[in-house]
């Protein structure tokens, strides 16, 4: 009878590194300014100065990081990643911008327009703007190597930063458990590749509105680096009505960062408003008690 030789464990010595060496690799945290206003504010660093903390805003979100956008539909999260898409592109940055669910060409008709409302020219910054068609392209939707490959190949050719997912969830639909080897791969991928993303992710009507949880349970929010949760709520009692300020029947939308591993950033509820030429604005804090 055959006798399968067990394994013998190995010591790996690339997994070895000093604090002192990792430290000295690891980069320095700037913030990339996102375009929607009042939002860079909320991330900030903290350093200790005569026995004081001094908290050091970032300006932006922290570099190298991969966020995720998470919100029911109609909540915004595509105004933001098309904003920061818009606002990275006019910095003179590459953007690869991978569209899941809606063709490149309205896309790109939706990135004029958001490029007008912020006051900027469309046509000066179309170049730095790469725009990954898997909405019409089912080889690179269902087949996540093939995504990755040629999310590789753009990064290479444009020296790209900088990826947008619109959307993650889009990757997984109808195959919600493999949501998460998903997620684990785009992020490794994005890590490796030093790129700063935000992926956007939907959230299915039965979650709480303002947790991080997103379609395919808590796959996204726990691998990634941190968490931005839009909402949007129908104002029907006296008691949302009091918290909102807001008369019964209206719409209240939201806006909460839910944890950042890389740097610190404000906790508190925000209003969110979408401005008459769809433009994401962070409102003023939702008051509590
Ligand atoms: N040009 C615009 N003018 C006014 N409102 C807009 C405009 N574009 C989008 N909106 C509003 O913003 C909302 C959120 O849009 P979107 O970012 O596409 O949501 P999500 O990606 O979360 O589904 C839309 O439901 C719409 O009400
Ligand atoms: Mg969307």
Known sequence: MEVREIERPQVIEEGIITGRRALKAAPRIEGLPTGVEGLDGLFFTTEIIDNRVIKKPLGGIPCLSVLNITGSSDTGKTLLVEQ???????????????????????????????????????????????LIDAASHGLLRENLPNLL??????????????????SVTGLYEHREM????????????????HQTA??????????????????????????????????????????????????????????????????????????????DTGLLRIGPPLRTG
Not at 95 to 119: D, H, K, Q, Y
Not at 153 to 160: A, D, E, N, P
Not at 198 to 211: A, D, F, P, W
């Open 198 to 275: 935000l992926l956007v992710s939907q959230k299915r009507s039965g979650h709480e509105e303002l947790t991080a949880e997103a379609a395919g349970g808590y796959a996204v929010g726990h691998i990634v680096d941190g968490t931005m949760v839009l909402a949007k709520e129908l104002v029907m009692s006296q008691y949302s009505a009091r918290l909102f300020g807001k008369p019964p029947g209206d719409i209240v939308r939201l806006f909460r960062i839910d944890g950042c591993r890389l740097c610190g950033h404000d906790t508190r509820t925000f209003f969110l408003e979408i401005t």
């Open 178 to 193: 493999l949501a998460r080897t998903v997620v684990r791969q785009v992020y490794n991928f994005l890590k490796k590749w």
């Open 84 to 130: 920061f898409a818009i606002k990275q592109a006019s910095l003179g940055r590459n953007v690869a911008f991978i569209t899941v669910e809606t063709p490149a060409s309205f896309v790109s008709l939706s990135l004029n327009e958001r490029a007008r409302a912020m006051g900027l020219r469309f046509e000066d910054i179309e170049d730095n703007i790469i």
């Open 149 to 166: 490959a040629t999310l590789a190949h753009v990064i290479r050719t444009y020296k790209t930063g900088i990826t947008v997912i619109d």
